[in-house]
């Protein structure tokens, strides 16, 4: 399994940006997909999901500003944040929502995560 993450920047908050996630080495279509952060310091929390068949779910603290989506054929779901805020600003990871993928050790596998970065 791969999963590679893009689109974090420097933005300005009120601002927006759209996160892309391409993973590789599974049959995406049939599994759920996430976005996670991690703001310096603190755990890795799930922000959005979207199931297999397109439902969405979101933390509260993102609802109405992100949107989770994912496209099949490309091996891809992303992540569009509008109206950015300051607390927004951590490293952003894709994965399974609440388990993530893992080699045939057992080892979770996460990409490297992008970083977004929202200043006043």
């Known amino acids: 399994v791969q999963l590679v993450e893009s689109g974090g920047r420097l933005v300005q908050a009120g601002g927006s940006l759209r996160l892309s996630c391409v993973v590789s080495?599974?049959?995406?279509?049939?599994?759920?997909m996430g976005w996670y952060r991690q703001a310096p310091g603190k755990e890795r929390d799930l922000v959005a999901s979207?199931?297999?068949?397109?439902?969405?779910n979101y933390v509260d603290s993102v609802k109405g500003r992100f949107t989770i989506s994912r496209d099949n054929a490309k091996n891809a779901v992303f992540l569009q944040m509008n109206d950015l805020k300051i607390e927004d600003t951590a490293v952003y990871y894709c994965?399974?929502?609440?388990?993530?993928?893992?080699?045939?050790?057992?080892?979770?596998?996460w990409g490297e995560g992008t970083l977004v970065t929202v200043s006043s």
């Open positions: 994965n399974r929502p609440w388990v993530a993928f893992r080699t045939v050790g057992g080892t979770p596998v």
């Open positions: 080495g599974v049959m995406f279509s049939t599994n759920d």
């Open positions: 979207i199931s297999s068949s397109g439902t969405t």
